[in-house]
């Protein structure tokens, strides 16, 4: 009983810290929704020949399958 008394202030303290971090830089929900969406709508991605999963024309690799990439 005594540890938890110590451990939620410091769970607590710990996602406010986190939370203000990801504010400061940039990255809450919306920021990471938004690019998402653009990630998918770009139409500057093609699909894997192989999982068929959208990635960049200049890849090697597929980052998804990791099947080699004709160039």
Request: a positive charge; glycine letters at 8%; hydrophobic letters at 45%.
């Amino acid at each position: 009983m005594e540890i938890l008394i110590v451990l939620i202030p410091i769970v607590i303290i710990a996602v406010l810290f986190l939370k203000g971090f990801d504010q400061i830089a940039g990255r809450g929900p919306k920021q990471v929704s938004d690019g998402i969406r653009r990630a998918t709508e770009s139409g500057d991605r093609i699909p894997c020949p192989m999982c068929a999963e959208r990635i960049l024309p200049q890849a090697k690799i597929c980052p998804f399958c990791k099947s080699q990439l004709k160039t």
